[in-house]
């Protein structure tokens, strides 16, 4: 069968802009979390978030996309472009329909239409932009970057919230194995603004604690919600072969098996989808729970939510049975853009063979039988299990493995 293997990476993050000096912060356990600064958010009862906070759009986005776009898109034109750079692939060199996109999104660019809105309802029709009737779309990131680049393959954007970056890599996945041979696939998000943070705080979700260092402290005795960030992680999903054949000079990784559930409805009695997503795409690797050398955990910072993790990962691996960590807790969660971020993180454990610390946190609560990892450890990593969940009842579940 085709093997869709990992050739590139673009990361924009709270704690890190570029692959390097996010990888350099994230192991060195230097967190992105602070008070809010890109609206005023005195007014509500959460107000730490994880922002992107020295990125300069004019640096990296010619200037006839700036009205165009939103934070979000000039972060993901950002990061496609350092993903296909790190490639080292000419899109011009494959075929016209060779390489598609498909990236993840949540509420789109919330923060574009806010903007509109209020220029609808304070000044009239006349002052809402043109640009309003794709900036704020969906699949806005996925329409930009294939227009920027000339892309013409299969294109699509995949919406399960926190779980979407793994979907978006399954999916990229599929279209690897139908025969072609690159697709950039990922997923970047940014609603830090009023209108993407009050359906957040409605959740009921999200941490109220207004510490950086305290907010959100997943799988702990103090955990009490999860801090919202922005950014995430574009990735060059290449056929094997193909990769290759041009000579590729990095493979980080192979996209070894994928797997996606939903929870049942409220009520059922029926137990959560996650171990079966895990489960599910361990087999789709071919490989046993013995075979795991690290799992990158879903870590919603929610005490529930983390102790129906941590039962799934024991009643999976058994207790303390393989170290989990959460580098998630330096940049918040990062909604479309988190588990294509974590996925971007595990590769890059898998070539360092070190394991990122999960910050902030000492321990794990009495309850929680896993093996967190508290600070960077040293380890010899084959495969990587990464797990997500998006509200909703979404589960997905990705494995990566080592080349070679």
């Known amino acids: 069968m085709t093997t869709a293997v990992v050739t590139g990476l673009g990361i924009t993050a709270p704690n890190g802009l570029g692959t390097e000096d996010y990888w350099k912060a994230t192991l060195a356990g230097e967190s992105g979390l602070g008070p809010v600064t890109r609206f005023d958010a005195t007014q509500y009862p959460s107000r730490i978030a994880g922002e992107v906070s020295d990125y300069v759009a004019e640096d990296h986005i010619p200037s006839r996309l700036m009205p165009q776009t939103d934070h979000m898109t000039r972060l993901a034109l950002t990061a496609a472009d ?38 609808l309802w304070s000044k009239g029709k006349e ?49 690897i194995r139908k025969g072609f041979p690159a697709v950039i696939s990922g997923g970047i998000d940014a609603a830090i603004c009023p209108w993407g943070w009050v359906p957040q705080i409605a959740s009921g979700l999200m941490s109220t604690v207004n510490d950086p260092a305290r907010a959100y402290l997943p799988f702990s005795e103090e955990a009490g919600g999860y801090v919202p960030g922005e950014g995430g992680a574009i990735l060059l999903v290449e056929d094997a072969e193909s990769a290759r054949a041009r000579g590729a000079a990095t493979v980080y990784g192979e996209i070894a098996g994928y797997a996606a559930t939903l929870d049942p409805a409220p009520g059922t009695g029926r137990p959560p989808g ?15 729970a013995a075979d795991i050398d690290v799992v990158f955990a879903d870590a919603a910072g929610v005490p529930e939510l983390d102790r129906a993790e941590a039962q799934a990962l024991t009643e999976i691996f058994g207790a303390n049975g393989v170290p989990v960590t959460a580098p998630k807790t330096m940049t918040g969660r990062l909604l479309a853009g988190g588990a294509a971020l974590d996925a971007a993180t595990a590769l890059l454990a898998l070539r360092d063979g070190v394991i990122p610390p999960t910050a902030n946190v000492g321990a794990a609560a009495a309850g929680h039988t896993i093996d967190l990892v508290t600070e960077a450890r040293e380890a010899g990593l084959r495969n990587a299990l990464v797990l997500a969940r998006g509200h909703g009842g979404f589960n997905a579940a990705l494995v990566v493995r080592r080349p070679g």
């Open 82 to 119: 350092w993903a296909l750079a790190d490639a080292g692939i000419d899109t011009t060199e494959l075929p016209e329909y060779g390489i598609g996109v498909v990236t993840a999104a949540s509420g789109g660019a919330v923060e574009f239409g806010q903007r509109e809105l209020q220029n």
């Open 127 to 175: 002052y809402v932009s043109a640009y309003q009737s794709f900036a704020w779309f969906y699949a806005v990131n996925t329409g930009q970057i294939s227009i920027r680049h000339k892309l013409r393959g299969p294109s699509g954007v995949l919406l399960t919230e926190q779980a979407g970056g793994i979907d978006a890599l399954g999916h990229a996945r599929r279209h």
């Open 274 to 288: 996650l171990r079966r997503a895990a489960e599910n795409a361990l087999a789709d690797a071919g490989i046993t």
